[in-house]
């Protein structure tokens, strides 16, 4: 063979070797049967916190190797409905709404007091009544205002409605605090928190003159902290932060229409650890490990033997231990998963114009 | 046996290289055209045409309603005004700026290039905060407004805010696409132009103009596909109240999960860009065979 076409051939050979390791580069061994590993799909923010209170002890009591996957909740749950068919993922830290379009899909495994003991041991309403994944975590949803540009503490979500000198937000549809502001202006105005009618006319009427329509937690406060806002309907937890920083920033309950969303821990079908994913979650509602992630990731607790921080109790006052108790309820969650696509287009329609 | 001679012997390795069909530059087009097959060309085609809980006849069905419906048509109509807007505005700033670097003397093409591009080496989310700061009711714009007695100005969530904060995203690569062509202009030809009595506007219009087309054509493509395409900026400057195709298709995907109508918008934006691109090479052409 003379020397171009030896050459020729040589870098065929370089050319397809580098092709297929840039085409396999990127291929992970499917995960079947893995009791060793847990792939735990949770939220993107203060993964560092979660991996230090949460992640590491049981890796330390189990051996069983915690890797995260982290994301939002829509990203991670199409990640999760893409892949139903061979699941990589064992365990999966939702919220409530999202949790709810999941349990529809047939996403999600049930679990039981057997598996996972302390199911017994967490406030009633944070059990699944479906018989799936426990809440773990929850937040109220309430009025945030900066407490040097109104007069009084606001009482009602009439305060809201009084459009408030200094402006005011609102959430969008496509945060958490959206659809459960429909749900609240359903309760406050209309006959319940299902009256979705009463809630869009009673958002129609302020939507015009608010300033934005927020779409993240830190836009909101980074709005209240920049004085732009007097009073925005927000969830508690994004007031901690503000007022832990000693920002003239408050949060109040409105005195009727409460609505809150909890945090779920889910264990997904076909999971290739699922006695490890059950574990996890067993694990996630220990008393000491909700204790630490109520310091770490302002996480309130549903185990009835934890006791919320006394920032949450300064922010969220009694609801911050018994949500119930204080009059709040999660709302019609597959009224919320099944009108989510007609909730969107009313909002754009009729509220954000 | 007799050796063949010389001659003979570079003819026939002559006569056998131009048989060989030059294979290891087409062999080593296999590794990008790899990566661009499974990690681009079939990933977009599955989203557009294969989404979850759909199939092609959904996505255009969905692609229909879409293009009918009386609420979504307002919200194509302002990003096709966002991106044209955002390109004529970075097409009028970046142009002469361009022009002036590739002008500039001795080392100064590089500095000032590279002063100009600076914008692109901060993140877009830091970018934005920045114009979030000046724009707001609180802000610099407002104050000074104030302070001339002339009240509080809220450009924040204004088509306006949108249009300049892509305006300052995309004025780099605008900058850049007209130095490209700029900078390999023969400057004499300017200077015949001028030296056979056309005036400094006419010499711009009649030759560094034409001869820059193809660059800036270039830059205006990629100006409005960042435009029309571009997310965090739209999200944080306009909100949902100014509404684009990009941060709709976000609350189709995020909020609703319907990803066949997600799939429509990513079409009808694909569309649009495919349609400026097409458009743009047509403008390129005419512009050559006239210049």
């Known amino acids: 063979m003379n020397r171009p076409a030896r050459r020729a051939r040589m870098t065929a050979v370089l050319a397809g070797a580098l092709a297929l390791a840039t085409v396999t580069a990127s291929c992970a061994p499917v995960r079947e049967d893995d009791p060793d590993t847990l792939v735990v799909s949770t939220f993107a923010f203060a993964t560092e916190e979660f991996t230090q209170v949460v992640a590491e002890p049981f890796e330390a009591e189990t051996g069983i190797r915690v890797v995260l996957d982290t994301g939002n909740n829509a990203g991670r749950l199409t990640k999760l409905r893409i892949n139903s068919e061979r699941p990589d993922t064992d365990v999966v830290l939702i919220s409530d709404y999202y949790a709810q379009i999941g349990k529809d899909m047939g996403l999600f495994a049930p679990v039981s007091s057997e598996d996972v003991p302390n199911l017994d041991a967490i406030q009633p309403w944070a059990v699944d009544p479906d018989g799936y994944g426990p809440a773990y975590t929850f937040q109220l949803l309430g009025l945030m205002y900066r407490t ?4 009084e503490a606001p009482e009602s979500w009439d305060d809201l409605w ?12 496509s945060v958490s605090a959206g659809p459960m502001f429909v749900l609240a202006a359903g309760e406050h105005f209309g006959s319940g928190p299902s009256d979705a009618d009463a809630g869009f006319e009673a958002l129609a009427e302020i939507g015009p003159d608010a300033l934005q329509f927020y779409t993240g937690s830190t836009e909101l406060t980074s709005l209240l902290e920049r004085g732009e806002i007097a009073m925005a309907p927000g969830l508690d937890n994004f007031a901690m932060g503000s007022v832990e920083a000693g920002q003239p920033v408050g949060f109040a309950a409105p005195d009727g229409g409460r609505v809150m969303t909890a945090n779920t821990v889910q264990v997904v079908e076909g999971a290739p650890n699922p006695a490890g994913a059950r ?9 000491e490990i909700q204790e630490g992630m109520a310091e770490a990731l302002y996480d309130k607790p549903v185990a009835l033997g934890a006791e919320p921080t006394p920032l949450m109790e300064q922010v969220s006052r009694e609801a911050a231990s018994d949500p119930v108790a204080s009059g709040y309820h999660q709302g019609d969650l597959e009224l919320l998963a099944n009108e989510r696509s007609a909730w969107l287009d009313r909002f754009t329609e009729e509220v954000a114009k | 046996m007799s050796r063949p001679s010389p001659t003979a012997e570079a003819a026939r390795v002559a006569s056998r290289r131009r048989l060989l069909p030059r294979p290891p530059v087409t062999v080593l087009l296999v590794p990008g ?7 681009f060309c079939y990933p977009v085609v599955a989203t557009l045409a294969w989404p979850p809980d759909g199939d092609p006849a959904t996505v255009a069905r969905e692609t229909g309603s879409l293009l009918t419906d009386p609420y979504l048509l307002p919200v194509i109509a302002r990003t096709v005004r966002v991106a044209v807007l955002t390109t004529a505005l970075c ?6 700026v361009a022009y002036l670097i590739s002008r500039a003397p001795g080392p100064w093409p590089g500095r000032l290039l590279a002063l100009a591009i600076f914008p692109l ?5 830091v970018r934005t905060y920045g114009w979030i700061v000046v724009l ?10 104030e302070a001339l007695g002339l009240g509080r100005v809220q450009l924040l969530y204004t088509e306006t805010a949108i249009v300049l ?4 995203l995309f004025l780099p690569l605008m900058i850049l696409s007209a130095y490209s062509s700029l900078s390999q202009q023969d400057h004499r030809l300017e200077e015949a132009a001028r030296g056979l009595g056309a005036s400094p506007g006419r010499a711009f219009r009649d030759v560094v103009f034409p001869l820059a087309l193809p660059g800036a054509l270039v830059g205006c493509t990629l100006v409005f596909a960042g435009a029309v395409t571009a997310f965090t900026t739209p999200q944080l400057l306009g909100g949902p109240r100014e509404r684009l195709l990009s941060t709709l298709l976000y609350s189709r995907v995020n909020v609703s999960l319907d990803w066949p109508s997600a799939s429509a918008i990513a079409l009808v934006m694909t569309a649009l860009v495919l349609v400026v691109g097409a458009l743009s090479g047509r403008l390129g052409k005419i512009g050559s065979t006239t210049s």
């Open chain 2, 136 to 145: 707001g009711g609180n802000g610099l714009i407002s104050k000074v407004s």
């Open chain 2, 165 to 168: 904060g892509l305006v300052q």
């Open chain 1, 148 to 151: 040097d540009m109104v007069d």
């Open chain 1, 162 to 173: 009084a459009e408030p000198e200094g402006g005011y937000a609102l959430p969008d549809i």
């Open chain 2, 33 to 39: 055209l790899a990566v661009m097959l499974f990690a």
């Open chain 2, 91 to 96: 097409l009028l700033m970046g142009f002469p």
């Open chain 2, 121 to 125: 080496l901060l993140n877009t989310v």
């Open chain 1, 279 to 287: 574990a996890f979650t067993d694990f996630l509602l220990r008393p």
